[in-house]
Nanobody, 129 residues
Framework: EVQLVESGGGLVQAGGSLRLSCAASGFAFGDYAIGWFRQAPGKEREGIACISSNDGSRYYSRSVKGRFTISRDNAKNMAYPQMNILNTEDTAVYYC??????????????????????WGQGTQVTVSS
């Protein structure tokens, strides 16, 4: 059974940093791309980052590029976004997702949740002003 569990969310002041984790189990983690998405209250889910299975390519949305860095540790079946210079607009529930065959091109025109078949339950990030 594919399982993704996010952790590391919490309350942080604007300008601060937070590192989330995504623990994977039940599948060949190294063969899967990992995507990160977030959903703020009243808004649609937004795709913010993607890292390919072999760590060869990454995508970042315009809203997080330059502030967030994603990484993965295939030996530990873990993936991480390091989130810096957080602002109140980053407040959302953050999700990791996994699927095979996603190249995570840096210049995706449309990076959407439909690309991923497996999802975690999400972790809340709240940025206070």
């Amino acid at each position: 059974e594919v399982q993704l569990v996010e952790s590391g969310g919490g309350l942080v002041q604007a300008g601060g940093s937070l590192r989330l984790s995504c623990a994977a189990s039940g599948f060949a983690f190294g063969d899967y791309a990992i995507g990160w998405f977030r959903q703020a209250p009243g808004k649609e889910r937004e795709g913010i980052a993607c890292i390919s299975s072999n760590d060869g390519s990454r995508y970042y949305s315009r809203s997080v590029k330059g502030r967030f860095t994603i990484s993965r540790d295939n030996a530990k079946n873990m993936a991480y976004p390091q989130m810096n210079i957080l602002n109140t607009e980053d407040t959302a529930v953050y999700y990791c997702a996994a699927d095979r065959g996603i190249p995570c091109y840096s210049d995706y025109v449309a990076f959407t949740e439909n690309m991923f078949g497996s999802w975690g339950q999400g972790t809340q990030v709240t940025v206070s002003s």
